[in-house]
T-cell receptor, first 116, second 114 residues
């Protein structure tokens, strides 16, 4: 059963416009959410994260919004640039619990294409 | 810049061969992970380690085995490769105690078993 869902396999936007990537989750025990970006033939790289005690986290052009009641988060990229074209993975983990691990559960990813 | 390396980057091998995928990191991270990913699918955790001589199986059952004799080295071995093992294998590492667990990934090994 997939606990982290990215229902849009792909998204295409024009350069300069906003890109909105969505992610839904089912496990109410998730406390941390991360976004990774992956270029072809490279490993994923960490982009931005958010804790469940927040509803927004911003880093430059990237903002992640969390709606805990809806078990939904989204990544906004403004303005989008052609170099942002990549696969974006949403990941989630449960919180710290006395030495427990922080295993990440990943979604299937969304391929973002930013057209010049 | 994360320093985590995987070799080989691409491997095509016949059924029944023994293979070892190498993963090394120079960041002194205690935690290391192996993920398996098929195209268009999520990353599945197959093995993890929290330090030397510590290894655990992940959420996805795998016929591979791992070892952690040195902090910086976390190789994955398949004793007898099969076509069903064809996939991309990603190694990652992270620092103990960081929240959330920001994992640094290597470039991956794309394995094809014929």
């Amino acid at each position: 059963d997939q606990q982290v869902k990215q229902n849009s396999p792909s998204l295409s936007v024009q350069e300069g416009r906003i890109s909105i990537l969505n992610c839904d989750y089912t496990n109410s025990m998730f406390d941390y959410f991360l976004w990774y970006k992956k270029y072809p033939a490279e490993g994923p790289t960490f982009l931005i994260s958010i804790s469940s005690i927040k509803d927004k986290n911003e880093d430059g052009r990237f903002t992640v919004f969390l709606n805990k009641s809806a078990k939904h988060l989204s990544l906004h990229i403004v303005p989008s640039q052609p170099g942002d074209s990549a696969v974006y993975f949403c990941a989630a983990s449960e919180g710290y619990s006395g030495g427990s691990n922080y295993k990440l559960t990943f979604g299937k990813g969304t391929l973002l294409t930013v057209n010049p | 810049e994360a320093d985590i390396y995987q070799t080989p980057r691409y491997l095509v091998i016949g059924t029944g061969k023994k293979i070892t995928l190498e993963c090394s990191q120079t960041m002194g991270h205690d935690k290391m992970y192996w993920y398996q990913q098929d195209p268009g699918m999520e990353l599945h955790l197959i093995h993890y380690s929290y330090g030397v001589n510590s290894t655990e199986k992940g959420d996805l059952s795998s016929e591979s085995t791992v070892s952690r004799i040195r902090t910086e080295h976390f190789p994955l071995t398949l004793e007898s490769a099969r076509p069903s093992h064809t996939s991309q294998y990603l190694c990652a590492s992270s620092e103990w105690g960081t929240v959330p667990d920001e994992q640094y990934f290597g470039p991956g090994t794309r394995l094809t078993v014929t």
